[in-house]
């Protein structure tokens, strides 16, 4: 280890005086072998809970969709943007950005979809 | 304004008796931790870890936090990114969560065989009991801490600022986060989670987004754009627009307030070094140099041509000198005398005499004429050469004849490549001949000259064309009229002529007998089939050849003329040709003009990033329909007392917008007031230093053998009392 990093302590040191059980006494292989459940699993595990609906747990403090009517902006200026194509589903703002917009490569195009989460994912 | 962490390790950890709470605010951005009652958390750093290799050990080791970018080049950074115990703002990777906690530790100074102070910990609204209870036991079973508090970092900044009187006792606390987004009621001081509110939306989100457009906008400064870069300019000139729209068409005018309010970043650039003409010393210079090695090279040349001559001439007397030495031998020791000098015979001897002395005449430079000369009389000679040829076959051995078959095809050979040199030399006359016409014509009258080159030009022009056009169309062209059945498009025109030939050749006296053949010229049908695919091919190409020679000439001797393009495949012409061109100061800046208030744009409408949800406005709005207290008076109270903390509400421009937002939501009229906190960053924090400083903190907390006996239940419903 460089005399730099050392002095630095970048480094997590492995064993600490206040543990009871060192990471390496827990993890004997370096990584975990517990697969940690994600936050939807989570979640679905509390929902079968069946407690009353009535009280608050994380999936009942959710906010409602939007009711305002959805703002239509220019993808890739950020102006109003009233018109859209229909070929890469783009929004443009005007003739000038229409034709930057047609001649986007494919990627860009779902770049910028993937902005607004419209883009097309296979999986 | 860009935060910097602290992560010195402290030094006065035992100063603490074991009742001090350790008060750690477990954010999804940055982890804050210190002791209960002091004012400023004792260290800060990112809520993230890196598991890189170190590049000659090969461990892995872990690195907690932001560090210095330039002391990570001595690890293997590709396959570890930054990573985070959080999902959204509810931990789930506990054993990263377990790096952190002993990186915190470890720098508060703890020593010791545990942590022998209680724990007040932050997590999010409505935690679900799975986290909440893996956290309790980690803290309990490794850390060995002897009792634990879980409390809303949101709700602890509210009751800070409320002693401080920003805020009163009922009120809404909004917290856009770094993940998400909350809207908590206060009533009587104490948060109502029924009429919570959550978005997912948060500083994460504004940065991606503002990062992802800046990358698409700029792509070759791609690389320049890092989280922590685009982070900085996000708190740095980002701001929330009273009205986007608005903002969005003075952008789109481009008038000159857009002018004051467009950033512009410029990248380090380096203008390439002007290369200045190169003076007349560097002229004179290299000059000088060049002759110089020119002058070396010639020596050296002239010097091995002066030794090969010496040795060429070396050579050559001592063949003569042989050959007189020969001719002073008698008949009977020559093959002796020959023996012993190496050659064969007396022809040998002179042959390689003969060929010595050309050399050297060679290496003497002398003209071409006497080389041609010499060549002939050396090929007259041939004849001596092939003495068999002329011999009948008969008198000859099987050797022999061998031996002549040899010497006739050498000799043909030789004959052939005469008259072909003949044949060229007469055509390198000829053409100098038409040039020299050529120029006479064109001195005598311009004019003239030039018309008939333009004339002929455009008839080469066309006809090249046309060639050109009759082969692509020959391939598209109706299939009806040609000949075959499916197969006229793939036959360009060549070949369906033919194949007309060939059909109306065979059908077209079928009538009568099949006299085809009966004259002469039937036969010559073949030839121009056979050769109707060659001829067309050689003819253009000898057209093109013809058309670039008088384009060329016409562009050396006519000022006013202008060679038409070359017909090229249509393209759709939407892509132009890049323009090269040097690169200037403008190409390494990087403009934030509209984006500056597009990106914290989301946090109002998340559904320009996709998210379907209510933005910060509307939340407010559902937070108090959600309360359903059917009491105007407690809305109103409710409104007129609204909090925002947590680091996205540093943005400027968002009280007002929010404000606004509100009004068009409560009824007209009704009391509206927007208060920041103190300290939007750190208040969480400093919020739940005091609470954990007060004496009635004890009873809030709860311990292992709380956690162990009363069960999973108990814990789920286990809430703090803000108030104490």
């Known amino acids: 280890m460089e005399a730099e990093v050392i002095k630095a302590e970048l480094v997590l040191p492995t064993h600490m005086s206040f543990k009871r059980i060192q990471m390496y006494g827990k993890y004997p292989k370096g990584q975990s072998k517990v697969r940690w459940k994600q936050l939807k699993q989570i979640l679905q595990a509390e929902i079968c809970q069946n407690y009353s609906p009535d009280e608050p747990n994380y999936v009942n403090i959710e906010s409602p969709p939007s009711m305002q009517p959805c703002k239509r902006i220019c993808d890739i200026t950020g102006f109003e943007a009233p018109y859209h194509d229909p070929r890469t589903n783009l929004r443009y703002a005007n003739a000038d950005v229409f034709k930057l917009v047609r001649s986007l490569p494919n990627e860009y195009v779902q770049r910028y979809l993937a902005l607004r989460k419209a883009a097309v994912v296979l999986r | ?724």
């Open chain 2, 1 to 724: 304004m860009p935060f910097i962490s602290k992560i010195q390790r402290q030094t006065d950890y035992n100063r603490f008796p074991s009742s001090t709470p350790i008060v750690i605010d477990n954010g999804a951005s940055y982890f804050r931790i210190g002791w209960a009652g002091e004012t400023e958390p004792r260290v800060i750093f990112r809520n993230i870890v890196q598991r890189p290799r170190h590049k000659s050990t090969g461990e892995t080791v872990t690195v907690v936090g932001d560090h210095d970018t330039a002391l990570l080049k001595h690890f293997d950074c590709t396959r570890s990114g930054p990573r985070s115990a959080f999902d959204s703002n509810v931990v789930f990777q506990f054993e990263i969560m377990e790096y952190i906690l002993d990186f915190a530790f470890d720098r508060l100074g703890a020593n010791g065989s545990r942590i022998d102070h209680p724990i007040l910990i932050t997590e999010c609204v409505c935690n679900p009991v799975q986290s909440r209870s893996k956290m309790a036991e980690l803290l309990f079973e490794t850390y060995g801490v002897p009792s634990v508090a879980f409390g809303v970092d949101a709700a602890f900044s509210y009751k800070y600022n409320q002693q401080r009187g920003i805020c009163q006792k009922d009120g809404l606390a909004i917290c856009p986060g770094f993940t998400t987004t909350h809207v908590i009621p206060f009533v009587d001081g104490e948060p109502v989670n029924r009429g919570c509110c959550r978005t997912n939306i948060g500083g994460y989100h504004v940065t991606d987004n503002l990062k992802q457009l800046l990358s698409l906008k700029y792509p070759h400064h791609m690389a320049r754009f890092t989280w922590e870069k685009i982070e900085d300019l996000k708190m740095e000139h980002c701001y929330i627009a009273p009205d986007y729209a608005l903002e969005a068409r003075l952008f789109q005018k481009g008038s000159k307030e857009a002018e004051d309010k467009t950033r512009c970043w410029q990248l380090p650039w380096v203008p390439p070094p002007i290369e200045e003409p190169p003076s007349e010393e560097e002229i004179a210079r290299k000059a000088a140099i060049k002759e110089r090695q020119g002058q070396r090279l010639r020596e050296m040349a002239e010097a091995k041509r002066s030794s090969r001559i010496n040795e060429l001439e070396n050579q050559l007397h001592g063949l003569e000198f042989l050959l007189q030495q020969l001719a002073q031998v008698e008949e009977e020791e020559i093959s002796s005398f020959l023996s012993k000098t190496g050659y064969v015979s007396k022809q040998e001897i002179e042959s390689t005499l003969t060929k010595v002395s050309q050399s050297l005449r060679k290496a003497k430079g002398e003209s071409k004429v006497e080389q041609a000369e010499n060549e002939e009389k050396a090929d007259s000679s041939t004849s001596d050469k092939y003495p068999l040829i002329n011999v009948p076959d008969n008198m000859l051995t099987p050797e022999q004849l061998k031996e002549k078959k040899r010497q006739i095809f050498l000799k043909t050979t030789t004959e052939g490549r005469q008259r072909a040199k003949q044949k060229r030399f007469e055509e390198e006359l000829e053409r100098e001949k038409k040039t020299r016409e050529d120029e006479e014509r064109r001195l005598e009258n311009p004019e003239l000259y030039l018309e008939q080159m333009r004339t002929k030009y455009k008839d080469l022009y066309e006809k090249v064309e046309q060639r050109k056009r009759l082969k692509i169309n020959g391939g598209h062209a109706n299939g009806n009229s040609s000949g075959g059945v499916g197969r006229g498009e793939r036959l360009n025109a060549a070949q369906r002529e033919r194949m007309r030939l060939l059909t109306t050749a065979a059908f077209d006296r079928g009538k009568g007998e099949d006299n085809f053949g009966a004259k002469d010229e039937d036969w010559q049908l073949y030839k121009l089939m056979s050769k109707d695919n060659d001829d067309d091919d050689d003819g253009s190409d000898e057209d093109e050849a013809e058309l670039a020679r008088v384009c060329s000439r016409l562009q050396a001797i006519d000022p006013t003329f202008v060679p038409k393009p070359e017909p090229t495949p249509s393209q759709a012409a939407t892509t132009e040709v890049p323009r090269v061109r040097p690169l200037t100061k403008e190409d390494f800046q990087v403009v934030l003009g509209v984006e500056r208030c597009r990106c914290p744009e989301i946090l109002f409408h998340p559904n320009l990033v996709g998210i379907d949800q209510a933005g910060l406005d509307e939340m407010t709005g559902a937070s108090i329909r959600r309360l359903a207290s059917k009491n105007e008076a407690l809305e109103d109270r409710l409104t007129s007392s609204i909090f925002m903390t947590g680091g996205c509400s540093l943005f400027p421009g968002i009280n007002e917008r929010l404000e606004a937002g509100i009004r068009m939501l409560r009824p007209c009229g009704s009391p509206i007031k927007v208060a920041r906190a103190l300290d939007p960053v750190l208040d969480a924090w400093r919020g739940a230093s005091a609470y954990a400083a007060n004496l009635q903190f004890q009873q809030q907390t709860f311990s292992r053998v709380d956690y162990y006996e009363k069960g999973e239940d108990w814990l789920r419903r286990y809430q703090l009392r803000y108030t104490l």
